[in-house]
């Protein structure tokens, strides 16, 4: 099948009492694709990669991946089914090292388990080598080959985001979702971060579906953009589209060039 | 340091232990000999509950429970048949302790197993839990069992408790299962397995978003450290050759706590010594529940005193290094040798 969509969802709802923080939200994000999801701050950006990844139970609607009904699936499933995420202010395990984060991503597609590891199986201390060895090559990818037997929290805020990257990485995806990956970043530090997003996903063979606030970067590298306001879906198209649609320009960028006058 | 190296290291400290055992069981009196029993007891229950709090982060209060079924199991079957039926002159034991006996080996091991079965039994409907009510429902179970225990006079003999229970448990039974304990932790805390239990501990949200299956892997370390804190009180039942349902109060549970937080969560070097330290200093302060004569006055003891000097020192702990004595760092023959090579070396 060819533009069949990796991921989809269909009218995603999601109320937090008397608030409707999404309504009927509908994307398609194609296979191999990178896709873009903005909109202003309370948009209801985040609140879709939770109902997507399992962290909220939309009040309605559906999500399938790769053709698989989804809704309602716990994290840790909907992670081992091949979508990965980080987080818009960065979780890493604060106490391990920046290798042993990895590790931890890569322990979901680890074979042996607690047993084994008591038993100093020969099976689980070669699979633990490989394990170990993938999450350098891993760190090596996102250019901290040398800082990892650094404690996670204590690398720059620029290395903590790739460090995250990285980490999801290990869960070996097909679907990577980023949440504000250039936040915090200088306007060098996010051309880096813009070549890197393209380079993964040239090696990983991922699709992406990104949540910025940098247009620069969302124009820069999406081929197609979302746009949510107070929870609704105003507009869909490529970034030429999106750049001159008078609703946008009213509700995100309008109000953003308003206040920066 | 290669891992032959290493190796050698380890088992050439063991020959030490072993030494050391041996020498203390020739030359030192009973009750010396009792408090370094008591030092591998301590050491295997505060090594379980470091494993369930401090590396997976969950707040459990139910030692004392576990202990307890540890200790009942396992002394319930050293105990001969006939033994039993003169214990118990209310009502005869159930079946199959009526009949049944094991030895101590086997017993133990069961002990931990029985521990380990509530273990599973209350884990499921606990560990969905967060925080602070996890260790309150958890504290509610350690008690449950201590009411049960009072009150299932065929299997406990109830308020009278099991005396004269065969003593076993020497210098080389505690420091045997002692190591074991040490060796299954460190394997299990020093594996990925373990990394993904430290996950959850650091932060459970972003565990769940690395594909780990949080309540299976609580549930895992839960059992395991129940299974441990078993063993421990099948062990100390069998040290003091009596147990009834008042030796399973909120303190036993309290002094383990104590030990883990002194060696620093999260670090197994710590607990070891926390675990020698502390036993060490339960047992010299109980001075100071003894009448004291002081340069001719009578100061009158005061029972208890200890555990308020204890909490104490936990609360200073809590207060002014909160890390305890470790931090989260670990022991390694590499640090050993390299702080040694320093401090010895002409440089
Ligand atoms: N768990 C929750 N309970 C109640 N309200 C929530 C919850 N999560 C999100 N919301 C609300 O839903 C709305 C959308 O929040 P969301 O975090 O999805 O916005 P966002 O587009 O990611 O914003 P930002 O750009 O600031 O990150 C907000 O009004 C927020 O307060
Ligand atoms: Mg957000």
Not at chain 1, 93 to 96: L, M, T
Not at chain 2, 53 to 56: D, N, Q, S, V
Not at chain 2, 246 to 249: A, D, N, S, V
């Given at each position: 099948m060819k533009n069949e969509a990796i991921l989809q969802t269909r009218d995603l709802t999601m109320r937090f009492g008397g608030l409707t923080a999404v309504k009927d939200f509908n994307i398609a994000v194609p296979r191999g694709g990178m896709v873009g999801l903005i909109g202003p701050n309370g948009a209801g950006k985040t609140t879709c990669f939770n109902m997507i990844t399992g962290f909220y139970s939309p009040t309605g609607g559906q999500v399938v991946f790769e053709g698989r009904d989804i809704t309602g699936a716990a994290p840790h499933e909907v992670c081992k089914a091949g979508i990965a995420r980080t987080f818009q202010n960065i979780r890493l395990?604060?106490?391990?090292t920046a290798l042993q984060n990895v590790m931890i991503g890569a322990?979901?597609?680890?074979?042996?388990t607690w047993w084994h590891a008591l038993l100093s199986l020969p099976g689980c201390l070669r699979e633990e080598k490989a394990l170990r060895a993938k999450a350098l090559h891993l760190l090596e990818i996102v250019g901290l080959a040398d800082h990892g037997h650094e404690k996670a929290t204590s690398l720059p805020y620029g290395a903590q985001r790739r460090l995250e990257i990285a980490r999801a990485l290990a869960t070996e995806p097909a679907f990577l979702l980023l949440d504000e990956p250039a936040a915090g970043m200088n306007p060098q530090e996010t051309e880096h971060l813009m070549a890197f997003i393209r380079s993964i996903r040239e090696q990983f063979k991922l699709s992406i579906l990104l949540i910025e606030h940098d247009m620069k970067v969302v124009m820069g590298i999406c081929e197609q953009i979302w746009v949510l306001d107070y929870g609704e879906t105003i507009a869909v198209g490529s970034p030429e589209e999106i750049r001159s649609d008078a609703g946008v320009i009213e509700a995100y960028l309008g109000k953003e060039s308003a206040a920066n006058a | 340091m290669n891992r032959a190296n290493a190796t050698l290291l380890n088992l050439a400290a063991v020959g030490c232990l072993a030494v050391f055992l041996w020498a203390a069981g020739r030359h030192l009196d009973g009750y010396k000999v009792q408090i370094i029993n008591l030092i591998a007891v301590n050491i295997i229950l505060a090594l379980s509950l470091n494993l369930i709090?401090?590396?997976?982060g969950l707040f459990s209060l139910g030692h004392a429970g576990f202990m307890a079924i540890g200790a009942y199991v396992c002394a319930m079957l050293v105990l001969s048949p006939a033994q039993k039926e003169m214990l118990f002159i209310l009502e005869p034991p159930i079946w199959p302790f009526s009949v049944v006996q094991a030895p101590f080996f086997v017993a133990v091991l069961l002990g931990g197993l029985g521990a380990a079965a509530f273990g599973v039994l209350i884990g499921f409907p606990v560990l969905r839990l967060g925080g602070d009510y996890l260790g309150i429902a958890t504290l509610g179970f350690a008690e449950i069992i201590r009411v049960l225990a009072n009150n299932l006079p065929r299997v406990t003999n109830g308020a009278l408790g099991l005396k004269g229970i065969p003593a076993y448990a020497n210098l080389w039974w505690n420091y045997a299962w002692c190591l074991l304990t040490l060796y299954c932790i460190v394997k299990l805390v020093r594996s990925n397995f373990g990394n993904a239990l430290m996950a959850i501990r650091d932060d459970e949200v972003a565990a769940k978003s690395m594909g780990i299956n949080v309540f299976k892997y609580k549930m895992i370390s839960f059992t395991l450290g129940a299974f441990f804190a078993g063993v421990g009180g099948a062990l100390l039942g069998n040290l003091l050759t009596t147990i009834d349902p008042?030796?399973?109060?909120f303190v036993l549970t309290f002094n383990v706590l104590m030990i883990v937080v002194t060696g620093g969560l999260g670090s197994l070097t710590g607990t070891v010594l926390a675990g020698i330290v502390i036993t060490v200093l339960l047992e010299w302060l109980r001075f100071v529940e003894n009448p004291i004569s002081f340069g001719g006055y009578e100061i009158p003891g005061i029972p208890g005193m200890r555990m308020v000097v204890f909490s104490l020192v936990l609360l200073m702990i809590i207060l002014f290094r909160r890390e305890g004595i470790m931090g989260m760092r670990e022991f390694s023959w590499k640090g050993f040798l390299r702080f040694f090579g320093r401090g010895g070396g002409a440089r």
């Open positions: 395990f604060a106490n391990e322990h979901l597609r680890q074979q042996t | 709090y401090g590396f997976t008042k030796m399973f109060l």
